[in-house]
């Protein structure tokens, strides 16, 4: 069964810190891994998105890494900050479209001053 | 140039009424996609829809729930009967063919709640 798993569920920081938040799946066949902010009451907006053959992408201050052999995919954030309270999703897609999109149930965190 | 619309954002039912979510793709874009988001849950696939053709409606469930996607208008998705159950976010999605891999934008969702 496909599945993609994120830990922790909830994560509390401060303010300036760093993270790391973690996503492992067993979607098969894997065409590509992608990472959502979701504000609450808002949809989800894309932060990357990378293919088999990626092992990083940054966006900002967002770096996600893919391991495609051990099938997890991180993402760090970098300096956080109030705004970056939000739901995290990892999203992973069998094919280049967007049918069969496995989502996994998020990541929570709050960055408090 | 608007992102996707959904509406309305909130919708309130009693049980046996009938609802219908609305959602316009962003420009240009020819795909849509209806998720539910229950509480604490991640988003389920529901339907896949093209301009006036249902591409996969594996995830819909099979009484009650109906979606179109006009050669005009919106896409809609209907739920006939409505049962507390229902209660959820509905997110639509839409994607364009310019790249790949065909990235999807969400709406900001329809929440509906079955009194």
């Known amino acids: 069964k496909n599945q993609v798993e994120q830990s922790p569920q909830s994560l509390i920081i401060l303010e300036g810190k760093n993270c790391t938040l973690q996503?492992?799946?067993?979607?098969?066949?894997?065409?590509?891994l992608r990472w959502y902010k979701q504000d609450t009451g808002r949809g989800p907006v894309s932060l990357t998105i990378?293919?088999?053959?990626?092992n990083t992408k940054s966006n900002g201050r967002y770096t996600a890494t893919l391991d495609a052999d051990t099938k997890q995919s991180s993402l760090h954030i970098t300096a956080s900050q109030l705004s970056d309270s939000a739901s995290y999703i990892c999203?992973?897609?069998?094919?280049?479209?967007?049918?069969?999109?496995?989502f996994g149930t998020g990541t929570r965190l709050t960055i408090i001053p | 140039n608007a992102g996707v619309m959904q509406n309305p954002r909130h919708l309130v039912r009693r049980r046996g009424q009938e609802a219908r979510l609305r959602c316009s793709p962003m420009?240009?874009?020819?795909?849509v996609y209806w998720y539910r988001q229950l509480p604490e849950e991640g988003l389920k696939f529901m339907v896949y829809?093209?301009?006036?053709?249902?591409?996969?409606e594996s995830g819909m469930p099979k009484e009650r729930f109906s979606a179109e996607f006009p050669k005009e208008g919106p896409s809609i998705l209907r739920i006939q009967q409505v049962v507390r159950g229902d209660s959820a976010a509905y997110f639509c999605?839409?994607?364009?063919?310019?790249?790949?891999?065909?990235?999807?934008?969400f709406g900001p969702g329809t929440r509906l709640t079955v009194t």
């Open positions: 420009k240009g874009h020819s795909h």
């Open positions: 990378m293919t088999f053959s990626e």
């Open positions: 999203v992973v897609s069998p094919s280049g479209g967007n049918e069969k999109l496995t």
């Open positions: 996503c492992n799946y067993t979607v098969s066949p894997f065409s590509n």
């Open positions: 999605a839409s994607s364009g063919e310019r790249a790949f891999p065909y990235e999807q934008y």
């Open positions: 829809l093209q301009k006036e053709n249902i591409i996969d």
